[in-house]
């Protein structure tokens, strides 16, 4: 008996009509933040898929967003949401193309969902005529994090979170 193959995986410009599975794995992609730190990130419940699909639909007609769905068969089971961006001052970062969530379906990763989205939207920012991506994943999804070096990016930033609450010792020099 003959393996059956996953069905073909296509990436394309996302619809309306995809939007209530991006919303789903939007909703997933929130979750595994929150099970990070739970003090930093958003706590997901039952309104997050269609608070994230409401969101996403209305990104989806500004000319500098790029959004685009890998599917299987009828089934979408990844996306990349990402905007070219000019100069962001408080980022110290000039015009860059910038990659806000790359997510698939845990049940569909290792088909090469997670490399074709990937390479679909540099392709997008090559057009674009971005001169350089950046993104930024959770310090602690090392998964992430060793796909996108895999894949060139280097780490440049590390963003630290405090409470406002905590009193914390402070020891040394007090300059920045």
Do not use: C
């Not at 997510?103 to 390479?119: E, F, I, K, N, T």
Request: aromatic content about 8%; overall charge neutral; hydrophobic content about 40%.
């Amino acid at each position: 008996m003959k393996a059956t193959s996953p069905l073909p995986l296509r990436v394309e410009p996302a619809r309306p009509a995809d939007m209530a599975a991006i919303g789903r794995l939007g909703a997933m992609l929130v979750r595994l933040h929150h099970d990070f730190d739970p003090e930093r990130f958003i706590s997901p419940d039952s309104a997050t898929p269609q608070g994230y699909a409401d969101y996403l639909l209305g990104e989806l007609e500004r000319p500098d967003v790029v959004i685009l769905a890998a599917h299987s068969g009828d089934a979408v089971i990844g996306y990349v949401y990402a905007a070219m961006e000019g100069t962001d001052y408080m980022s110290l970062r000039g015009p860059a193309g910038v990659i806000h969530d790359l997510m698939v379906d845990p049940a569909h990763r290792g088909q090469g969902a997670g490399w074709r989205l990937l390479d679909a939207v540099l392709a997008k920012f090559r057009t674009r005529r971005a001169p350089r991506i950046v993104l930024s994943t959770a310090y602690r999804n090392e998964r992430a994090r060793a796909f996108f070096e895999k894949a060139g990016f280097r780490p440049s930033m590390v963003e630290m979170t405090r409470e406002a609450d905590e009193s914390a010792p402070r020891t040394g020099d007090s300059r920045s």
